[in-house]
T-cell receptor
Framework: NAGVMQNPRHLVRRRGQEARLRCSPM?????VYWYRQLPEEGLKFMVYLQKENIIDESGMPKERFSAEFPKEGPSILRIQQVVRGDSAAYFC?????????????FGPGTRLTVT | AQSVTQLDSQVPVFEEAPVELRCNYS??????LFWYVQYPNQGLQLLLK??????LVKGINGFEAEFNKSQTSFHLRKPSVHISDTAEYFCAVVNDYKLSFGAGTTVTVRA
């Protein structure tokens, strides 16, 4: 019974390149959440998605960041033209339908380093 | 929006000693509270959660927490820690579906 899977676990990109982070939710989970852990800033919500729908992207930076959760395949967090300030750990979580009371299960994270 | 405050950023403790990590929340409505643990270079694992009912919540690895509505607190405790409990601990509250985390408390257990 695999948990939430994220890949890659570590990603190094040069400034200006694109970063693609993947998240496969737990079996039976149709809701995906992305969080970012910046040094000295803690864990912050970025975006909440259901299959083929972005429900809430209020935590996403206005530019360069996008997320999708297609009908088939993993959820993707995409960062275009990365800058040093994007260096962080990005965590994906998934849950069953039902909000608030439902536990979110976290993946191991992708640690992005921008050089 | 509801939020949580973790009052201690670092807590050093000796092995087999008790530990308490403090968390206060701000809310005037029903609240769902969680404690997560993050081991070095790993993801977050749920220790325990309070949704309703009994105010004393027992979790994994011998941890427990008490929901105190009058003091708006949800402190985490363990009566006897192990070296393996060295980790960062996060208190969190749900706003609809978004988890809002505290700044974290780093627990370092020494022999």
């Amino acid at each position: 019974n695999a948990g939430v899977m994220q890949n890659p676990r570590h990603l190094v990109r040069r400034r200006g390149q694109e970063a693609r982070l993947r998240c496969s939710p737990m079996k039976g989970h149709s809701h995906v959440y992305w969080y970012r852990q910046l040094p000295e800033e803690g864990l912050k919500f970025m975006v909440y998605l259901q299959k083929e729908n972005i429900i809430d992207e209020s935590g996403m930076p206005k530019e360069r960041f996008s997320a999708e959760f297609p009908k088939e395949g993993p959820s993707i967090l995409r960062i275009q033209q990365v800058v040093r300030g994007d260096s962080a750990a990005y965590f994906c979580a998934s849950s069953r339908p039902g909000q608030g009371r439902v536990e979110q299960y976290f993946g191991p994270g992708t640690r992005l380093t921008v050089t | 929006a509801q939020s949580v405050t973790q009052l201690d950023s670092q807590v050093p403790v000796f092995e087999e000693a008790p530990v308490e990590l403090r968390c206060n929340y701000s809310s005037s409505v029903s609240v769902y509270l969680f404690w997560y643990v993050q081991y070095p270079n790993q993801g977050l694992q749920l220790l325990l959660k309070y949704l309703s009912g009994s105010t004393l919540v027992k979790g994994i690895n011998g941890f427990e927490a008490e929901f105190n509505k009058s003091q708006t607190s949800f402190h985490l405790r363990k009566p006897s820690v192990h070296i393996s409990d060295t980790a960062e601990y996060f208190c969190a509250v749900v706003n609809d579906y978004k988890l809002s985390f505290g700044a974290g408390t780093t627990v370092t257990v020494r022999a």
